[in-house]
């Protein structure tokens, strides 16, 4: 009995995914990545990030460098020679 259970389940639960497989519309990924870009433009425009800059070289300021660290190299306390 709990196998014919188990079984009826598992088949409801297929039949169930492949009908909403069946019903989906093709286009409704296309209208998805469609919303997902003007939202993208709205935000960009929200923003102002689609303005020209006032110059070429204003673009974005230069990010400031780390300071580089000197390594030294330890000496070894064997010399050897070739």
């Known amino acids: 009995m709990p196998a ?3 079984l009826m389940l598992t088949c409801l639960m297929i039949s169930s995914m492949m009908t909403t497989v ?3 519309d093709p286009r409704d990924a296309v209208d998805r990545s469609h919303r997902l870009d003007t939202d ?3 935000d ?3 923003t102002r990030r689609l303005e020209q800059p ?3 070289l204003a673009i974005a300021p ?6 580089a660290k000197a390594t030294r ?3 070894s306390d064997t010399s050897s020679s070739r």
């Open 62 to 67: 230069a990010p400031a460098a780390p300071p």
């Open 54 to 56: 006032s110059h070429p």
């Open 22 to 24: 069946v019903l989906a």
């Open 4 to 6: 014919r259970r188990l």
């Open 73 to 75: 190299k330890k000496k």
């Open 40 to 42: 993208a433009l709205r």
């Open 44 to 46: 960009d425009v929200a």
